[in-house]
């Protein structure tokens, strides 16, 4: 029996060609107390293998989070299987806006301790105590109540390139530090302001309101689905879309574009740019901004060191990377010195006020 993905990217991007159908990116999380994640990964991996599904799935104690794709004809069986499981009934599929057949390569379904790396080693709150769930309609009515401060619980590079008008948007590479920053920069204001938070697919918020709550927050709100969701209701009912630029998203198209804002530039000459790239010197791989001047005269490197390591051959750059660990930018993610026009914003309340005289 086969219990892992055994084709290389390559080889299973030449299959996804020959079928010549189109597939459907989606994602979706549940928290939920799963007895055994391994008897249940292994359940979902020869049922999912035999329907073609490719994607990142984890699966912990505390529920399931799946981003996936699939032929988009195999949907109704996919979605049977999934209403078989008691927990994942009837689960609200985020079905991606911009379809990529190659969003996905591999099958990956790991057993993790949890579902999302949240940083928080605190059992003392129920995570099923959470904010009141918003739709995109009453999310839009909210974010322009004076009493309402509305936080993007997603890291720096994400909000960078997208988020709401009038967002705070929390200058971290962590969501646990998204927390703290967040809790001790609202401390006064835990009863009579509106915390509404969004992110991604609703599934970081799902976690962040129930924290809040424990800590003493009386109103907390949360974007039900996330920026996905939301995306799609404003389609669906023709509401105003209060979004700006690109959902960055985890999988091989990198962004979706919900509004021609472009919010971000490039981290390297300033010019408006919102795509991420990565540092084309395998040692480095730093995600960055990088404009298509730029990426052409640095050869889609990140700095002059890296460019002159990139033209060396193969073998050279291999014996200079001998011994000498990764870097460390290959984790900070658009953080390096020498990228001048990163943004950079450290006080949320400075943004607050920015965001307000606006
Ligand atoms: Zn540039
Ligand atoms: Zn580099």
Redesign the pocket.
Known sequence: MQLYNTLSAKERAQLIDQAGKNRLTLSFYQYANIENPQILRDHLFITWNHLDVLGRIYVAHEGINAQLSLPADRFNEFKEHLDSISFLQGIRLNIAIEQDNKSFLKLKIKVRDKIVADGLNDDTFDVTNKGIHLGAEQFNVLIEDQKTVLVDMRNHYESEIGHFKNAITPDVDTFRDSLDIIEADLKDHKEDKNLVMYCTGGIRCEKASAYFKHKGFKNVYQLEGGIIEYTRQVKEKNLENKFLGQNFVFDDRRAERISEDVIAQ?H????P?DVHTNCANDACHLLFI??D??KEEMDNCCSTTCKEIHALPYEEQKALRKGQGNSNDIFKKGRADHLSYKKDLRNIFETLKLNKKE
Do not use: L
Request: with cysteine.
């Open positions: 490039c390297q000459c300033g010019a740019f990088q404009c001047a730029c």
